[in-house]
T-cell receptor
Framework: AQSVTQLGSHVSVSEGALVLLRCNYS??????LFWYVQYPNQGLQLLLK??????LVKGINGFEAEFKKSETSFHLTKPSAHMSDAAEYFC????????????FGRGTSLIVHP | DGGITQSPKYLFRKEGQNVTLSCEQN?????MYWYRQDPGQGLRLIYY???????QKGDIAEGYSVSREKKESFPLTVTSAQKNPTAFYLC????????????FGPGTRLTVL
């Protein structure tokens, strides 16, 4: 069965610092992996998606994520944080073992200090 | 403008009452979903539908019901059997299947008084 673990419910960085949000999944087969962002009182929007075409995936707003099969990870990074990046970030997985039903992590709240 | 609309944005309900949350999309997407979001819990799937007149239970379907009579509409009814209905409800759609990118509505915040 698939599951998603996001390490750290809150991550705090200074403006201009590296952003690293962690996501680990449990799947015995190649999964589809997603990162979504949610701003307060809004729905989610896609940041990026992994579909096995390339291990390094570039998304919107300068974010990227690297698929590492050996570590079963799909961590989200951004070289330099902006104040506008403050939001809730969700990792999600979809794979055949779970009948492709999407499973979301519990979310990581990114706090950006000036 | 194409997108997903949810109404109302805020909804208050007395205990013991059923209430229906609206979700409409004009993206011509086949699949639609309902999620419940609670603080620190992430998103939990309530129901999903991949085609008109067909839908499946998600992880937390008890106390909820849905219908999919039209491609563009997927209303969710929160029944009195749902023991703890106060939450933020999100509707989403995807072009075809479960592995597609999901497009989310703005959400409905339901509060039981």
């Amino acid at each position: 069965a698939q599951s998603v673990t996001q390490l750290g419910s809150h991550v705090s960085v200074s403006e201009g610092a590296l952003v690293l949000l962690r996501c680990n999944y449990s799947s015995s087969v190649p999964p589809y992996l997603f990162w979504y962002v949610q701003y307060p009182n809004q729905g989610l929007q896609l940041l990026l998606k992994y579909t096995s075409a390339a291990t390094l995936v570039k998304g919107i707003n300068g974010f990227e994520a690297e698929f590492k099969k050996s570590e079963t990870s799909f961590h989200l990074t951004k070289p330099s944080a902006h104040m506008s990046d403050a939001a809730e970030y969700f990792c999600a997985v979809s794979e055949s073992g779970g009948s492709y039903i999407p499973t979301f992590g519990r979310g990581t709240s990114l706090i950006v200090h000036p | 403008d194409g997108g997903i609309t949810q109404s109302p944005k805020y909804l208050f309900r007395k205990e013991g009452q059923n209430v229906t949350l609206s979700c409409e999309q004009n993206l011509n997407h086949d699949a639609m979903y309902w999620y419940r979001q609670d603080p620190g819990q992430g998103l939990r799937l309530i129901y999903y539908s991949q085609i008109v007149n067909d839908f499946q239970k998600g992880d937390i379907a008890e106390g909820y019901s849905v219908s999919r009579e039209k491609k563009e509409s997927f209303p969710l009814t929160v029944t009195s059997a749902q023991k703890n209905p106060t939450a933020f409800y999100l509707c989403a759609s995807s072009p075809q299947g479960l592995t597609d990118t999901q497009y989310f509505g703005p959400g409905t915040r339901l509060t039981v008084l």
